[in-house]
């Protein structure tokens, strides 16, 4: 083979590596749920597949419930990002929109709450403990990069937060 040849086979192998390499990244975006999973949905992994098909039931009628809480949501943080981007803070209203955005939140965790609940009290005890160890502990948001626990930046416990001794005077 000649030298062109090498090249030109080359340079089609890596144009079709690039093709495929675009279109898994479009077809990710185009064919996966924006907001990820349906809520607790990641904590039945560890059942058997009846209580799980059983529990997922559940999951679909409380879907319909929470899907118009979770749009109320990311409406009012839109509002409030429109607040933000005008020349002179409206404060009364951005206290008003912050409040929707409590309410709405607020809402929304107490229907999962309710959800948890009602999906709890079919499981046995120890089908309870696993899925305890999923609603228990923070989980990686969907789309997002996997952080690792080095990542995720830890708040001073209150022994090593500075004492009022400590703490820097602006005399």
Sequence with gaps: MTKRQVLNIVLVGSLALNLL?????????????????????????DLDEKTRNKIQANFKHQATIVAPMRKEIRAAREDFKTLLKEEELDEKASYAAL?????????????????????????????????????????????????????????????????????????
Excluded at 30 to 37: I, K, L, M, R
């Design 21 to 45: 390499m675009v279109g898994v990244v479009i077809g990710r975006f185009a064919f996966s749920h924006p907001s990820g999973p349906p809520p607790l949905t990641w904590a039945l992994q």
């Design 99 to 171: 409040a929707r955005i409590r309410n709405a939140s607020s809402q929304y965790t107490s229907a999962l709450h309710e959800q948890m609940v009602s999906m709890l009290r079919d499981l046995e005890p120890k089908q309870r403990v696993r899925v305890s160890r999923y609603l228990m502990r923070p989980h990686p948001r969907p789309h997002s990069e996997k952080r690792t626990k080095k990542d995720i930046p830890r708040q001073p416990t209150i022994s090593q937060q500075p004492t009022i001794s400590e703490q820097p005077t602006t005399d």
